[in-house]
């Protein structure tokens, strides 16, 4: 149990972490191409010739696959039981903070935000961005996506009896004929 409890607050810290750094990079990207400089707290620092800010997307590219693959080799060799802990845990709480980011992007977007708004500095900022970001969604459905095969095979597991790993430390063959 206590195994499962770390591995959801790891799970946990990767979302925090991949949300802040897509969101950040989100947030760099919508500035260059209209030739802004952004501080790390988002303020205005210079005013630059606008680029397509393919350095920031394939920065979230990166980030995004680093984070899939920490969900996919991280715990795989322990139990399934804390494979989901973890899976689970980065699902649900990326799912709540792009929800909140996609929320807050609706009911505001009529408003002008000017730079000195504290929902747009520091990783507020980078929050409200992430939800505008289709590579966190697709790193959020992959991730679900993971939760549930996880769920499966632990099912098929449970009902067949299978105790998880065998010696050797691979996952038994499990059939999947309910």
């Known amino acids: 149990m206590r195994s499962r409890v770390s591995w959801a ?20 990207m ?3 191409r209209g030739g802004a400089v952004l501080g790390f707290d988002n303020s205005l620092v210079a005013i630059t010739t606008p680029r397509p800010g393919v350095l920031e997307s394939l920065g ?9 693959l920490v969900l996919i080799f991280a715990a795989r060799r322990r139990p399934l039981a804390d494979q989901l802990a973890l899976r689970l845990s980065f699902a649900a709480l990326t799912l709540v903070q792009i929800a909140v980011s996609s929320i807050v992007q609706i009911r505001t977007y009529s408003l002008v935000r000017g730079p000195d708004d504290e929902l ?10 992430v939800g505008i970001n289709p590579a966190a969604h ?16 632990l099912r098929a597991q449970r009902h067949t009896g299978a105790a998880g790993p065998s010696s050797d430390g691979h996952a038994r063959s499990v059939s999947w004929r309910t």
């Open 9 to 28: 607050v790891g799970g946990a810290f990767l979302s925090f972490a991949y949300v802040a750094v897509v969101g950040f990079l989100t947030l760099r």
């Open 120 to 129: 747009t500095s520091w990783w507020g900022g980078w929050l409200l961005k």
């Open 138 to 153: 697709l790193t959020l459905a992959v991730s679900i996506f993971l939760v549930v095969t996880t769920t499966l095979v």
């Open 60 to 68: 979230t590219t990166v980030v995004s696959c680093v984070a899939l």
């Open 30 to 32: 919508i500035g260059v």
